[in-house]
């Protein structure tokens, strides 16, 4: 059996922050890159952002960048998500994911988590 599940979800006042966690069980995700989406009700999923394995680079969306962080512990097989200056608008589903493919196409992920719910009070 092969997982993702993510963790640390919540809700947040505006200006807050949280840390999601994505942790990979059944196997080692070893050599993938690791990236973040988020869903809105109503709203198509987005890419939020992503890291590769072991090359350090990392991909952020406009609307995220100098607020997220992306990191990984490649020895805990887990990936994190710190969220700063949280926004009303970042409320979503968030989704953790792994692909062997491009990190911004959703299409060429392999694995997806099921989601942990942020939600950002005004």
């Known amino acids: 059996q092969v997982q993702l599940v993510e963790s640390g979800g919540g809700l947040v006042q505006a200006g807050g922050s949280l840390r999601l966690s994505c942790a990979a069980s059944?196997?080692?995700?070893?050599?993938?890159?690791r990236g973040w989406f988020r869903q809105a009700p109503g709203k198509e999923r987005e890419f939020v952002t992503a890291i590769s394995w072991s090359g350090g680079n990392t991909y952020y969306a406009d609307s995220v960048k100098g607020r997220f962080t992306i990191s990984r512990d490649n020895a805990k097989n887990t990936v994190y998500l710190q969220m700063n200056s949280l926004k009303p608008e970042d409320t979503a589903v968030y989704y953790c994911a792994a692909t062997t493919g491009g990190p911004r196409v959703p299409e060429l992920y392999d694995v997806w988590g099921q989601g942990t719910q942020v939600t950002v009070s005004s």
């Open positions: 059944g196997r080692t995700f070893s050599g993938y890159a």
